[in-house]
């Protein structure tokens, strides 16, 4: 069901769609279509009753979530974005009530969609099928191996809260939800009111695909000025907005020892590269970026270039380039009518910020280069505006945002003068650096890179397949520090730690097996194999159990072999490998590492799988690879070595008749030595 015209925005909290019972009391506001004036929707300033949807997420959400392993909770991640895509046509038609064209609309829509089939897929390729992530090796913290220490995340103790601007109301909510969710932490989400329909939009399509937890996404439609008051240390604040409300809202939730990360304006900048000529592939990739930023979104973009940073030079081409791009590409006008590439700012209300933040920078030294283009009456409409200044060192040029389709040209001197002046915005998100030359872009973009979150590199080879200045990609970390807010989103993986917390675990390798339910070294094993080595012959060898029957922990030793000079000659000649220290006995003596002629290392990991290997057809499917392999002791002929096979960590795949797991083998020699550490990758199946 759409929002019928006008309706009171519904609140989805402790399991329904709901309206403050006071609603009418408390008065509504209008929710306007950003071109026509129309009323879309009302929105109650009331808040609802957010007590109880915390108590709800900390209750229900939690453990609806808690459930579910990191992979179930990334397949449902794909589910809703798969269920979302096959109903993204309601998305659209209220996206264009906002101004959104149907670009702006597919990066809001199908980039925030995007989103969550890029970290459901990273859930079950770069994370354990458990909910628990160890983070980096093992310390060993006594000398006999009984007291180790590792770090572990596990999801923080309360809720994900998240506040977000107006400009992306689906991609701003589905970019922060989809790496809380896989944590296993339930989200509460407050839209910004000029765009709320279509973010209660989307979590309705998602509530109607029933694959929501219990309690995992509730959304608020409201003023809920009083959202903080129910949060404390537990939680998690994400805020997207302006600084101002940004600085505000941050102390709120220190105050409350809560976490917080904000994203907020920036002025970001684009550098031309001393190298670049005119009518250059870079050039005219800079200019297209340049007129991309200022009109997607008609430059309602936290990520939007606001400041062109270019040589003396090259101002004014840059500016007539600009200039004659906008004037040929961008028709300003109601996102439903045919030929329309730039729609409206969301309100009425941002259109007059936008004015009085482009009167502050005229009124200190900006100058519009560009005719103004027709805008259709009424609506939320602005023709672009190119500010062109005499004065780079003008404050307001690097202070004032203008917050719609309006960017500022600046000259520079020197490479350190362009870094100087990029670093002038305080803290950006994203700079781009222009540029033919890798020395160059080198130098910029180190320069620069301490005060933004990202930089993108624009030259003739990126100019067709980069993903553009203005847009984050879940992959990669979006946020910035200083003025941008300090925050950090998005980033794969990481994005998924944010919500947790890292915790050093100190104990015995079996308890910090039972803790993380990875097995470590000085772990209790049930061995099989060489009774010599302490292999019991009464244990099946781990490779004739399905992913069913294996446990951690289930180990294997074999027997000892001895490495002969010509295993070593011989291994030398088939494989070509005939590097000194292999086959000359004076080099290989001279060299500070070996005693004289040693065996290949690939000779010894061969072996090592000659060794262990249960060879009749059975559950093991296949070997994928090898992890962290390091050469410790080297094996000189009449050395011998065996090898322990342990299952160390087991992955089973929720969509696959099969599961991998990690073996930790240790090829040691006959005096005990470590010769070599490694994993082996292998895929088992889930049944004999
Ligand atoms: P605001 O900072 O005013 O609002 C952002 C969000 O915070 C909205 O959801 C808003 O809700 C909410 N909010 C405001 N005050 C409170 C409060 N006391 N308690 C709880 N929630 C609160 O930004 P706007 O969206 O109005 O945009 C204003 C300016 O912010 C823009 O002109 C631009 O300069 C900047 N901006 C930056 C963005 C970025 O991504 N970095 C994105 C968008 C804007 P409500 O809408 O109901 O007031």
Redesign the pocket.
Known sequence: MSVTTPALLPSFLSGSWTNPSDAAQDGVAELRDASTGAVVGLMPKASADLASAFEYARTAGRDSLGDLTFHERALRLKALAQHLTANKDRLYELSAKTGATRIDSMVDVDGGIGVLFTMASKGRRELPNATVIPDGPTEVLSKDGSFIGEHVYSRIPGVAVQ?????FPVWGMLEKLAPAFLAGVPTIA?????SSYLAVECVKIMDESGLLPEGSLQIVAG???D??EHIDYRDMVS????A???A??RTEALARNARFTS????LNAAILGRDVEEGSAEFSAFVRAVVTEMTVKAG?K?TAIRRVIVPHAMVEPVQKAVAARIAEKTVVGDPRTEGTTMGALVSED?LR?VREAVSRLEAAGGRNVLDPLPVPEGGAFMSPVLLVWEDAEATELHEV?A?GPVTSVLGYETDDDAVRLAARGAGSLVATVCTADPKTAARLTLGIAGHHGRVHILNAETARSSTGHGSPVPHLVHGGPGRA?GGEELGGIRSVKHHMQRSAIQGSPNMLTAVTGQWHRGAERRISGEPEFGGSPELEHPFRKSLAELEIGDAFVSALRTVRREDIQAFAEETGDTFYAHTNEEAAAANPFFPGIVAHGYLLVSWAAGLFVSPEPGPVLANYGLENLRFITPVAAGDSIRVELTAKRITPRETDEYGEVAWDALLVNQDGETVATYDVLTLVAKTR
């Open positions: 506040i977000n601007a107006f400009n407050k839209p910004a009111t000029p003023g809920a000025r959202i903080l805020f997207t907005g302006s101002g409300t940004a505000k809202l994203e907020a304006d920036s309602q936290c941002q910020d945002e917050f807010g």
